[in-house]
């Protein structure tokens, strides 16, 4: 499933005999029939309007032992590849572009949001620190939360409509959510990516304040605000797991 299709479908969770089990809901007037899909994000589910949360259920429930086993081969495929050495030198992303890892004093690896077009040549981090994984989190975290709200009061006025609040996220399966409420939910994570691609998934939730849907009109909102969002989705799609390494 694409990003764009990914990036806010709502989230549920059923008990599939000793296993809790969290998916995602993506209805469709395509549809006809409710159909499962299980991959590195999870299980997500396709449905039509009509279906109901317990014919839904009483589908999965149908599939366990199908859920269950891919569930499983997934996490041990993923216990398999070896985690992310974060040490002096690593080269990490940052907005689309790659910078090493480097040691510092620990006033120099104090966290401070840098714009886009900053001259930066690396990521700090602190001679001191026991828990690279943390710090280089933290880093992310400082450089992400500022460049969101401003890339979503910048779509909020094209849309005019502005977010209630924005907010980060440590979700694994999506890149980003709205709530009825106008509260916009992104991942951290997501400032490794490109400019434009962080544009589409702000774009996509901000979009989501005036279509609380994945119908045309929210299509259609999305490209009025975001032109070119296509190919910034593409880009996504092809390197989503990149940006999920750690």
């Not at 109901?52 to 216990?79: C, F, M, N, Y």
């Not at 070896?82 to 690896?109: D, I, K, N, Y």
């Not at 609380?212 to 929210?218: C, I, Y």
């Amino acid at each position: 499933m694409s990003a764009r299709r990914r990036a806010a479908l709502p989230s549920h969770t059923i008990a599939l005999g000793a296993m809790e089990v969290e998916y995602l809901l993506q209805r469709s007037v395509r549809r006809r029939t409710i159909g499962l899909r299980i991959d590195e994000g999870g299980l997500r589910v396709s449905a039509p309007p009509y279906a109901s949360l317990p014919d839904i259920e009483a589908a999965l429930i149908g599939h366990r032992q199908w859920i269950v086993d891919k569930l499983r081969t997934w996490k041990k495929r993923a216990a398999s590849t070896p985690p992310l050495a974060l040490e002096h030198g690593t080269e990490l992303l940052w907005m689309g572009r790659s910078l090493p890892l480097q040691r510092v004093s620990a006033t120099e690896a104090i966290p401070r949001p840098v714009g886009p077009n900053s001259s930066i040549e690396f990521i700090p981090l602190s001679d001191l620190c026991e828990d690279p994984l943390s710090a280089v989190t933290s880093w992310y975290v400082a450089q992400a939360l500022p460049w969101f709200r401003s890339r979503a009061l910048f779509f909020g006025s094209r849309l005019g409509r502005l977010p209630r609040e924005v907010r980060l996220s440590n979700a694994r399966g999506r890149w980003g959510s709205c709530t009825s409420t106008g509260v916009i939910r992104l991942n951290w994570r997501l400032i490794q990516a490109s400019p434009d691609e962080i544009d589409y998934v702000v774009a996509h939730e901000v979009a989501h304040l005036a279509e609380m849907n994945h119908s045309p009109a929210f299509w259609d909102t999305v490209e009025r605000i975001c032109p070119g969002w296509r190919s910034a989705s593409d880009l996504l799609d092809a390197r989503d797991r990149l940006y999920r390494r750690f």
